[in-house]
C-alpha cells in the first residue's frame, strides 16, 4: 500500500514536471520565433501560373493603356492561429496590362483590429514580379506576434497603378479584403 501511494506520488510528479518542461520549450520557441521576426517586413511572393480550363488567358493591353485586374482574392491558410506562429495571406490575382516597364504596379496591405484599429500598413512595390499580362498566385506570411490578443482581424488588400515620370497620384486598381482570428495560446 504505502508502496503503491509512492508510486502513485512520483507519477504525479513527474506528469508535473513534465507538463512544466513542455510550457517551457513552448514559451522558448516563442521567444525565439519573435527573436526572428522582429524587424521582418513581410514580404509578397507573386509567380504566374495557367488559366484554369474555362478560363482565357489575360490579352497584353496596348501601350499607354491603364491596366486591369479582373481577379483580386485572397484567403488565409490557416484562417485561425495563435501568437508565436505564422499566416499565409494567399491571393489569386489575373493582369491585363502593357508590357511597358513605365508601369508601377504597388500592394498596400492594411491589417485591422476587430474594433476598426489600424494596426500596420505595409507598402511593396510588386511591378518587376507581375511584369506582363496573367494569372497569379501570391503568398505573404504574416507573423502573429507573442502578444498579440485573442480576436478577429482584419486585412485590406489593395493593388495601385501609377507610371514613372508622372506627377499623378496613384490608381486604385483591385481591392480585397479578408478576415482571420488569433485563438488563445492556452
Known amino acids: 500500500m504505502i508502496l503503491e501511494r509512492a508510486t502513485f506520488r512520483l507519477s504525479l510528479l513527474l506528469g508535473a514536471l513534465l507538463l512544466a518542461g513542455c510550457a517551457g520549450l513552448e514559451e522558448r520557441a516563442c521567444d525565439a520565433h519573435e527573436e526572428r521576426m522582429r524587424g521582418v ?82 507598402s511593396q512595390d510588386i511591378s518587376a514580379q507581375v511584369s506582363r499580362s496573367g494569372v497569379y498566385v501570391a503568398t505573404t506570411p504574416l507573423p502573429i506576434p507573442k502578444a498579440a490578443p485573442p480576436g478577429k482581424y482584419k486585412i485590406v488588400s489593395k493593388l495601385m497603378y501609377e507610371r514613372r515620370g508622372n506627377n499623378r497620384p496613384a490608381v486604385q486598381l483591385a481591392r480585397a479584403e479578408g478576415f482571420f482570428y488569433i485563438i488563445p495560446r492556452d
Not at 50 to 60: E, H, L, M, S
Not at 91 to 105: F, I, M, P, Y
Open 41 to 122: 517586413k513581410p514580404v509578397t511572393v507573386y509567380r504566374a501560373v495557367d488559366p484554369t480550363p474555362g478560363q482565357t488567358a489575360p490579352r497584353v493591353l496596348p501601350n499607354g493603356s491603364v491596366p486591369m485586374v479582373t481577379t483580386y482574392k485572397l484567403s488565409f491558410k490557416p484562417r485561425f492561429t495563435k501568437p508565436c506562429t505564422s499566416l499565409d495571406l494567399l491571393k489569386d490575382v489575373t493582369v491585363q496590362r502593357s508590357a511597358e516597364t513605365a508601369v508601377v504596379l504597388n500592394e498596400i496591405r492594411e491589417f485591422y483590429a476587430e474594433d476598426g484599429t489600424l494596426i500596420a500598413s505595409n
